[in-house]
């Protein structure tokens, strides 16, 4: 009887659990991140302990306590003291060639044309079909640092198609087979480029304009191979810690490839697309206007002044220092140039140009300065302003151009630079301080596939200006080296403000996506010679883990 009253009594507790247990928990936020040194990048560069993410947007910034008092989410991720910062944007790269370049052979960093023929036939075994393609040899890592010949591609491969592409993208060398499809000739002259012959016969390696000659031939991938291969390269740049590029010069028809794998939700990653130099991509975006969506924004343009200075196509005011009588050249016309601007001006789009050379970023500055005629909130912008002549800084400045610039590639042509251009105007090359105090800003990136695809790279090229060996002891330069929030900056806020995207994305502030990334290691505080070793915890978009470090 007694225990009979004792449950009685118990019954209306054990009710009272049983209903506190089934009831739904009443969530008022997705993710919680706690214990964390959580660079906000704000306008104040503060930093704070927490946020709340709520819907993929930030909703709450503050202190651990304060915030876990005032949310319960349905996540909680304890970063156990480790830093966090806004997801990395990259202002300048080639995503799509990056991606489609993961199918070809690899050759950066070779130190020879007989490691480069070798790779090539290793390649060849497992790639049967079709063209042979490779992208990355640059001959100033090599002992005689002279162009190739194709001699060896064309008796490794008679028959087969051979296109290698030199790691920036300006020049390439064909095997005869190549050369034969694309109908090229000795003696042949082309506008912007040039085909190199010795002693009357091709030697395969064709600069700037040129190189378009062969790759018209080249059968494009089918759909479905470009749609795998920027899921191939999107995962890349999410174990990197990027969560939004920009693709410098690409088909408008990659529009609709992107907008409908974003759709499907496999392709995650943001993208900053720029048109390039052609007529049908003028006409399409005229006629539709600009795209904007959560993951894609399309408003601009892309045009190359130049070549590059590894190959000498970039165009210079003066003599190559290592090759009289030679400046380099223009890909277009000067009255080109000004059409476009003109035409894009009117139309109210964003107009980005790749200048390298000292004469380059003169005209194109020239150029910009007719149409935008003084402070501006147009956004134009010159890609790398590589050598800009003193005279000619000020122009970035007073007509509000945006230098748009990679400091991997200080560090990486630093070596063979002054060779190219001499101890005078090597000292008014990569610039980036003189640049930084134009406009109060700069925008950083990497120009993959041309460098290394990790902005933590870029972070430690800017800031320590050394290479990832560790050289020069004292740095390159060091008077244009950038402060660590500089470089920060230009990586997550100053790269959304070059695309007018700084309201919504590059600080972790409410109201913003929730894109940021966790690292093993303070970028801000551990000592500049130990950044290149920070590797990438964990990568959000929208507040979804996107990657994880194994």
């Known amino acids: 009887m007694h225990q009979t009253l004792r449950m009685k009594k118990l019954w209306p507790l054990l009710l009272l659990f049983v209903a506190a247990c089934s009831k739904k928990q009443d969530y008022n936020a997705d993710l919680l ?59 300048h790269s080639h995503f799509l060639e990056y991606s489609t370049g993961l199918q070809s052979a690899d050759l950066r960093g070779m130190h020879s044309w007989q490691q480069i023929t070798d790779t090539l036939v290793s390649f060849a075994r497992t790639n049967t079909d079709g063209w042979l393609i490779g992208r990355g040899w640059d001959q100033n890592l090599w002992t005689n640092k002279r162009f190739p010949n194709k001699a060896k591609l064309d008796s490794l491969f008679p028959v087969r198609p051979v296109f290698l592409e030199r790691i920036d993208g300006h020049a390439a060398i064909a095997n005869q087979a190549a050369l034969s499809l694309a109908g090229i000739k000795p003696g042949q002259t082309i506008s912007g480029g040039g085909i190199e012959t010795i002693k009357g016969k091709l030697t395969g390696v064709l600069v700037d304009n040129a190189v378009g000659i062969v790759t018209r031939k080249i059968p494009p991938m089918s759909d479905q191979d470009v749609q795998a291969a920027l899921l191939d390269g999107q995962k890349n740049c999410f174990a990197d810690g990027l969560t939004t590029v920009a693709d410098c010069g690409v088909p408008y028809t990659l529009i609709s490839t992107v907008a409908d794998e974003q759709h499907k939700g496999t392709l995650k990653i943001r993208l900053y697309l720029m048109l390039s130099d052609k007529q049908e991509n003028y006409d399409y975006l005229f006629k539709h206007g600009a795209y904007k969506s959560p993951g894609l924004d399309v408003r601009g343009f892309k045009m190359y002044a130049d070549g590059a200075l590894g190959s000498r196509g970039a165009c210079l005011l003066q003599d190559y220092s290592d090759s009289s009588k030679w400046r380099g050249y223009l890909l277009s016309n000067a009255k080109h140039f000004a059409e476009i601007a003109q035409k894009v001006y009117a139309h109210g789009f964003q107009l980005s140009t790749h200048a390298i050379g000292d004469s380059a970023n003169r005209l194109i500055l020239k150029v910009y300065a007719g149409v935008l005629k003084g402070k501006n909130d147009r956004r134009w912008r010159i890609e790398h302003a590589q050598i800009v002549d003193p005279a000619d800084i000020k122009m970035f400045g007073d007509n509000s151009i945006i230098p748009s610039v990679q400091p991997t590639h200080a560090t990486s042509d630093m070596l063979w630079a002054i060779k190219r251009l001499g101890p005078k105007r090597i000292k008014t090359a990569y610039a980036y301080k003189q640049l930084l105090e134009q406009n109060g800003w700069l925008p950083l990136g990497t ?30 330069q060091m008077e244009n080296a950038l402060t660590r929030e500089q470089a920060l900056r230009g990586i997550t806020i100053w790269a959304a403000k070059a695309q007018f995207e700084e309201k919504e994305k590059g600080s972790i502030e409410a109201g913003k996506f929730a894109d940021f990334v ?18 990438v915890l964990k990568t ?11």
């Not at 959580?38 to 302990?49: E, H, I, K, P």
């Not at 596939?449 to 800031?463: G, L, Q």
């Open 33 to 91: 991140v706690k214990n964390a040194v959580v660079y906000t990048v704000d306008s104040s560069f503060s930093v704070a302990q927490a946020f709340v993410v709520k819907d993929g947007k930030i909703l709450a910034v503050g202190d651990s306590t304060s915030l876990l008092q005032k949310y319960s989410a349905k996540q909680v991720i304890d970063a156990g003291g480790h830093a966090v910062y806004p997801g990395f944007i990259d202002a």
């Open 447 to 476: 120009d993959f596939p041309v460098e290394n695809i990790n902005p933590v790279y870029t972070f430690y090229a800017a800031v320590v200006r050394k290479n990832l060996d560790g050289q020069p002891n004292g740095g390159f």
């Open 518 to 535: 966790i690292l093993d290691q303070d970028l801000m505080k551990i000592d500049g010679g130990q950044l290149p070793k920070v590797k």
């Open 540 to 550: 959000y978009i929208n507040g979804e883990k996107v990657y994880e470090k194994k």
